[in-house]
């Protein structure tokens, strides 16, 4: 499957709109990332916990909407959006939605 932001693709010709496809992923932080980046703020430099969260995120997020997109009949997908939103009262939930339009490309 062939995924990028832009609105085509170079040197293919999209034949057939397909659809927006989205995926999306929600994911808690637990107790010891949250300690870990407690520190890290404390002190400075950068996350490892989330960071590595938000990238499993991500990573899930893109595959669910290639999952989608092969589903109704898509070689590509183009248009991609990735966003990116923190849930729950104290803020430990991260939501990853990609989002892009599945097309055929020949």
Do not use: C, H, W
Not at 26 to 47: E, P, Q, Y
């Amino acid at each position: 499957m062939l995924v990028t932001t832009t609105p085509g693709v170079e040197g293919k010709k999209v034949i057939e709109y397909k659809g927006i496809v989205f995926g999306e992923v929600i994911s808690g932080v637990d107790f010891i990332k949250d300690f870990a980046a407690g520190l890290t703020n404390f002190f400075g430099g950068r996350s490892g916990s989330y960071e590595g969260e938000l990238i499993e995120a991500r990573e899930a997020a893109l595959k669910e909407m290639e999952k989608r997109a092969g589903a109704i009949g898509a070689n590509a997908i183009v248009g991609v959006d990735i966003d990116y939103e923190v849930l729950g009262q104290g803020g430990n939930m991260l939501m990853v939605t990609a989002s892009g339009t599945a097309v055929v490309v020949e």
